[in-house]
């Protein structure tokens, strides 16, 4: 299974962009790259997924290079309510993969 | 259409005894998976169900179980309960089979061993 690494917090302030980049090296043809958010007691919530490229929905986008050893979820003019912890997770949909979390990237957001 | 719900959203029990925590998908979702969240672990996989089979399960030993129902509900069991087994159970449900589908979680149940 392809492990992940991205910061462990970041800062921000109301407005600006937020860009978290995440590493996964041993990335596999099969997998796909995909970003949960997840607010204190509260379930994971599904935020965008890629397989390489760009993917842009309503609520980010995710650039993935070519060789798709990293990607960057981009969160445009972020708001004190979009603090919370964003997890990346690479794998598949056969039976072998599981949805490890991981640590997460803590983002606070100040006024 | 209503999320993934789970009962009961908080439970107390000893240690040595075994608890039974319940999920229902979002309606029309056949695939069901189960974590174990805690401060020092972070949200560890359990297992997925994917119409009424176990598809793949985490690395638990075997005194957590799960199952499925033919309505797509499911339940996970714990026996025989240590106090490290205190967490937060989430559960979470896909349209489809694979857990790399968009998983919809529930607001999980909170366990405390004492």
């Known amino acids: 299974l392809a492990k992940t690494t991205q910061p462990i917090s970041m800062d921000s302030y109301e407005g600006q962009e937020v860009n978290i980049t995440c590493s996964h090296n041993?990335?596999?043809?099969?997998?796909?790259i995909t970003w949960y958010q997840q607010f204190p007691s509260q379930g994971p919530r599904f935020i965008i997924q890629?397989?390489?490229t760009k993917v842009t929905n309503e609520v980010a986008s995710l650039f993935i290079p070519a060789d798709r050893k990293s990607s960057t979820l981009s969160l445009p003019r972020v708001s004190l309510s979009d603090t919370a912890v964003y997890y990346c997770?690479?794998?598949?949909?056969?039976?072998?993969?599981?949805?490890?979390f991981g640590k997460g990237t803590m983002l606070l957001v100040s006024p | 259409k209503a999320g993934v719900t789970q009962t009961p959203r908080y439970l107390i029990k000893t240690r040595g005894q075994q608890v039974t925590l319940s999920c229902s998908p979002i309606s029309g979702h056949r695939s069901v998976s189960w974590y174990q969240q805690t401060p020092g672990q972070g949200l560890q996989f359990l297992f997925e169900y994917f119409s009424e089979t176990q598809r793949n399960k985490g690395n638990f030993p075997g005194r957590f179980s799960g199952r499925q129902f033919s309505n797509s509900r499911s339940e996970m069991n714990v026996s025989t309960l240590e106090l490290g087994d205190s967490a937060l159970y989430l559960c979470a449900s896909s349209a489809l089979a694979g857990v790399f589908y968009e998983q919809y979680f529930g607001p999980g149940t909170r366990l405390t061993v004492t």
């Open positions: 041993n990335i596999a043809t099969n997998d796909y």
């Open positions: 890629g397989y390489k």
């Open positions: 997770l690479v794998g598949d949909n056969s039976g072998y993969s599981t949805l490890t």
